[in-house]
């Protein structure tokens, strides 16, 4: 009996129920696709990025000209397939995935009727930043004469970035070569786009997205023109267009549901822009422009 009561007392109650909260959310295994083959192709793009960031009633601008020139030799793989869902496209591509091509140089590059940003010491070059290494890729950016100027990259690839304002909504845009591997251009007159005002979604911290139930986006500022609505993820992405004048779209869960649960922060963002493109053909190469103006919306998706 003694035994017995010792035994009782030394042993351990139930253990404490503790809440694990949700489970980790299960992102699924990655998706491998069979995209075919391309080429051959020869690609241009050239894009003009202006954001802007308000804190309190400062609005400031940081504005970036990239550009790429790309030739896609007969049977390279194709590493994404696309489908279309009412005015969205759909494109799934395998992890890391990118079209393999050889890089080629469109010679010195100028943006005619980009507004001319001065550094704050007064200097000539706008204060710009030669891409994130610094490196010859970069090329570097001059403003005389009113017109900004994007020196000869290396590899086929010129990026650089302002900080400040490039273009107002309106204005006319011109890119022009002086050609190399590319044979010279000059490319349609473009009109800049507005800078939107996104009214929603709006959230304090990352806004969180039920897959199942459809997304309202609306903003205001865009009387004319496009707007894209980009929803990108690590393997999916979805690109919709709707017109200015709208002021609203929904993402339905038809494309909602092509992408798998966030699992961390920065999984997937929503990026609402107004945009302007035009597409030239400069020798054998298919050239496209694109400015925009966009504003990026985390998501949390469930």
């Known amino acids: 009996m003694m035994s017995s009561a010792l035994l009782g007392l030394g042993c351990p109650g139930p253990p404490p129920v503790v809440d694990a909260g949700r489970p980790a959310p299960d992102a699924?295994?990655?998706?491998?696709?069979?995209?075919?083959?391309?080429?051959?192709?020869?690609?241009?793009?050239?894009?003009?990025?202006?954001?802007?960031?308000?804190?309190?009633?400062?609005?400031?601008?940081?504005?970036?000209?990239?550009?790429?020139?790309?030739?896609v030799a007969a049977g390279t793989p194709n590493p994404c397939v696309e489908r279309i869902d009412g005015r969205c496209t759909v494109r799934v591509c395998n992890a890391g995935g990118a079209v393999v091509g050889t890089p080629r140089r469109a010679g010195v590059l100028t943006l005619?009727?980009?507004?001319?940003?001065?550094?704050?010491?007064?200097?000539?070059?706008?204060?710009?930043?030669?891409?994130?290494?610094?490196?010859?890729?970069?090329?570097?950016?001059?403003?005389?004469?009113?017109?900004?100027?994007?020196?000869?990259?290396?590899?086929?690839?010129?990026?650089?970035?302002?900080?400040?304002?490039?273009?107002?909504?309106?204005?006319?845009?011109?890119?022009?070569?002086?050609?190399?591997?590319?044979?010279?251009?000059?490319?349609?007159?473009?009109?800049?786009?507005?800078?939107?005002?996104?009214?929603?979604?709006?959230?304090?911290?990352?806004?969180?997205?039920?897959?199942?139930?459809?997304?309202?986006?609306?903003?205001?500022?865009?009387?004319?023109?496009d707007v894209s609505i980009e929803l990108v993820g690590r393997q999916v992405s979805a690109r919709c267009t709707a017109s200015g004048r709208e002021e609203r779209f929904d993402l339905e869960p038809s494309v909602l549901e092509e992408f798998p649960p966030s699992v961390e922060l920065g999984d997937t963002s929503l990026v609402i822009s107004g945009v302007s493109a035009s597409s030239f053909d400069a020798g054998g190469f298919r050239v496209t422009v694109r400015a925009s103006t966009p504003t990026l919306v985390p998501l949390v998706l469930e």
């Open 28 to 71: 699924g295994p990655e998706r491998i696709v069979d995209g075919g083959t391309l080429g051959p192709l020869q690609l241009g793009s050239i894009d003009l990025v202006q954001r802007a960031r308000t804190t309190g009633q400062t609005v400031r601008f940081t504005s970036s000209v990239q550009a790429t020139f790309l030739e």
């Open 112 to 225: 005619e009727g980009a507004l001319v940003v001065d550094r704050p010491d007064g200097g000539p070059d706008a204060g710009a930043d030669a891409g994130s290494d610094g490196g010859a890729d970069a090329g570097g950016l001059n403003t005389d004469g009113g017109v900004l100027t994007l020196g000869p990259g290396e590899g086929g690839t010129a990026v650089v970035t302002v900080p400040a304002r490039l273009f107002t909504a309106g204005q006319t845009l011109v890119v022009r070569a002086t050609g190399d591997e590319v044979p010279a251009f000059a490319s349609p007159p473009l009109e800049a786009p507005s800078q939107l005002i996104v009214t929603s979604p709006v959230c304090d911290s990352p806004c969180t997205v039920t897959r199942a139930l459809p997304v309202r986006v609306s903003w205001r500022n865009a009387p004319a023109g």
